[in-house]
């Protein structure tokens, strides 16, 4: 069975959506994943104009500014939306994850 799209996100896809809570263009948006994530997540142009244009086409995100080819976004209410569905599941991933490390073990 197909998986619906933006079903889940990617680390990337996250935090591009967090970002775009405030207006940015597509450099601000690289240098914001990983200033948030210590350098942890990287995006790199390929990648972050593909998801962009996903984001757009799915209305999660709007083009705010167009300034000769530097473009800036901010995220919709549908974008708030799935950023927050995907947060509510990561949290039920570490609920799961604390219950099952707290749980004694099954013998062997």
Do not use: W
């Amino acid at each position: 069975m197909a998986r619906e799209k933006f079903q889940t996100l990617t680390e990337q896809m996250f935090y591009i959506l967090l970002c775009l809570r405030q207006e940015c263009c597509g450099t601000d948006i690289m240098a914001a994943v990983q200033e948030k994530t210590n350098g942890r997540v990287s995006v790199g142009p390929g990648t972050l104009y593909n998801l962009l244009e996903s984001f757009l086409t799915a209305g999660m995100i709007r083009e705010t500014k167009v300034e000769g080819r530097k473009r800036s976004y901010l995220i919709t209410q549908r974008g708030e939306m799935a950023l927050e569905e995907e947060y509510q599941r990561l949290l039920t991933l570490t609920a799961d994850y604390r219950a099952a490390m707290d749980a004694p073990a099954l013998p062997e």
